[in-house]
């Protein structure tokens, strides 16, 4: 999308949803698409669709994960099965996982058998109203149960005593429910439970932590001084090394070695600058695992979706900046284990903003944040009743939701490969 968020809506659309194990160590994950992703069953039709999704940047950091060894899973129904569409996806790391009704019982049979045996894993729905052919659940290496809305889980955990399947919970809602799906014998869960913070009382915030704010207290001043700022990241290795390796890789291209930090300021210009260092020092802030690091790239992808919906509609003048701030420093709460108050106590926002990520009552940024969060959880009613309360087009919404996950996954996968020195060898120019 260009800055002013004239893009027009792509032919396939697709979200990805997080799937963490009992450590709450990444697992994978399920991506929904297709040219009407925003329904009650999204579900890829024919490898054309799929192969479409996997070929776009925003797949990127799927990509990245399956290289890591990571499942992806995508859902079918049987019209996707039969025209052989799961074969996009690929083997070793596919999770092939079928839902809705069955006309077919035979062809839909034979052609999940001819899977499992080319190397894919089977998922299923199953629990009530949603098991529409025992035979295939017999099939199945994964049964897929929606937690949600007070569902029982101990049926389908009885059931599967004694056979070799993987139970996957839908809808967690939250820690609490994260631990009882646990204790009843679920060991891959989806939901919004790892946005919730797992706070713990004694917990402070580490010296590392604490010198990220302070930079952050420098970068947000009115009017940085680039000389002092200069100095600031030269003294930090980390974040010197990666950015004068963000300007000297092949994106950008320069004639000539981007070789001091103030020449990188210079050349990138104060706002971009200040949006490189905000997502970086998040980055760096989430150092610790796989849920940090998925909750950074998700404040990203936050921030840049209610940037650009700000941008594109010229939303109630808010300030776009002001909502990539926003965006960015959301979940910060998870990311660290701290109440959001502690947090915010440390950003060096007005207080405005603070009262936003604080969720306080009156907060004008409210809807904004729902709408990023109906895209993340894949809430598609929602989604549509938000949109057409706010008089948002839902192709427009879903162009900037493409593009936001395009740029965080982007950055995240580029960080990735950066791996600055355990100790400088020599202290970065100014």
Wanted: hydrophobic share 40%.
């Amino acid at each position: 999308m260009s800055e002013n968020g004239q893009t027009s809506a792509s032919q396939f659309f697709f979200t990805k949803q997080a799937l963490f194990d009992v450590k709450r160590k990444l697992w994978g994950y399920e991506i929904q698409g297709g040219a009407d992703a925003c329904a009650t069953l999204a579900c890829f039709t024919d490898q054309e669709q799929l192969a479409g999704s996997l070929a776009s940047t925003s797949y990127m950091g799927v990509q990245h994960a399956v290289e890591r060894g990571k499942k992806v899973v995508a859902p079918f129904d049987e019209a996707g099965l039969l025209t052989q569409a799961p074969y996009a996806l690929p083997p070793a790391h596919g999770v092939v996982k079928f839902t809705g009704r069955v006309t077919q019982a035979g062809p839909v049979l034979d052609a999940a058998r001819q899977l499992r045996s080319d190397g894919y894993s089977l998922a299923v729905d199953v629990g009530p109203g949603r098991e529409h052919l025992p035979e295939l659940a017999d099939l199945a290496d994964v049964w897929c149960f929606d937690a949600g809305q007070e569902a029982d889980p101990t049926g389908v955990a009885a059931r599967s005593k004694g056979r070799k399947v993987t139970l996957w919970a839908s809808q967690v809602t939250g820690l609490d429910h994260f631990e009882a799906l646990k204790t009843a014998g679920f060991s891959i869960f989806q939901g919004r439970f790892f946005k919730e913070p797992e706070i713990i009382a004694e917990r402070k915030l580490t010296s590392h932590q604490m010198s990220r704010f302070q930079l952050l207290q420098l970068i947000e001043s009115e009017d940085p001084d680039v000389d002092a700022l200069a100095e600031a990241i030269s003294a930090d290795v980390s974040v010197s090394f990666r950015l004068l390796s963000y300007l000297n890789s092949a994106a950008f291209g320069f004639p000539q070695k981007i070789q001091s930090i103030r020449q990188a300021i210079m050349v990138l210009g104060s706002i971009k600058i200040r949006n490189w260092l905000r997502a970086v020092l998040l980055a760096d802030m989430s150092q610790g695992g796989d849920l940090p690091r998925e909750l950074a790239e998700l404040s990203l992808q936050r921030a840049r979706f209610m940037e650009l919906v700000t941008m594109r509609y010229d939303f109630w003048d808010f300030n776009p900046g002001t909502l990539f701030l926003l965006g960015l420093f959301s979940l910060l709460d998870a990311i660290l284990g701290l109440p959001m108050a502690k947090v915010t106590e440390h950003l060096p926002l007005d207080e405005k903003l603070k009262s936003a990520l604080r969720r306080d009552s009156q907060n004008e940024y409210q809807p904004l944040l729902d709408l990023a969060e109906c895209i993340e959880d894949s809430d598609w009613p929602r989604l549509s009743e938000l949109t057409r309360r706010l008089g948002l087009e839902l192709d427009v919404v879903k162009v900037c939701a493409s593009d936001a996950m395009a740029y965080s996954s982007g950055f995240f996968v580029s960080q990735a490969d950066v791996v600055p020195p355990t100790a400088p060898s020599k202290r970065p120019r100014q």
